[in-house]
């Protein structure tokens, strides 16, 4: 079961839903999550950690666009939509987060509307 003040909002058939269908990953320091243009397969939570969102531009050079803390979630657009990541995602220091598929996400955002982010 899910113990983070993020989902604190949640009753326990939603909560017990969630669990279900979350995965987690831990990243390594200055490890990649995934590229900027990949498929955009899931949604992120980050439970621990330290990560950069960027873009990377022709020439290589990159732009960070925003750091995340703990409690932060991202690839919401390209969860929703079925289309490519839209940044690229780096651990700036080791990382644990929760993922949640896009196969598993969808159905779930259907049955329990409350779970969608504000």
Request: aromatic share 8%.
């Amino acid at each position: 079961m899910i113990r983070d003040p993020e989902f604190a909002h949640l009753d326990a058939n939603e909560l017990a839903a969630i669990s279900r269908i979350m995965h987690t990953r831990h990243l390594a320091r200055h490890e990649l999550l995934y590229l900027e243009g990949e498929p955009g397969q899931a949604l992120y939570y980050l439970h621990a950690g330290l990560i950069r969102l960027f873009k990377t531009a022709a020439d290589g050079q990159e732009q960070t666009l925003q750091l995340l803390h703990a409690g932060g979630s991202f690839n919401h657009v390209s969860v929703l939509d079925g289309g490519p990541n839209l940044v690229s995602v780096q651990a700036l220091e080791p990382s644990d987060l929760y993922l949640f598929y896009r196969r598993d996400l969808l159905p779930l955002l259907t049955a329990y509307p409350r779970i969608a982010p504000a």
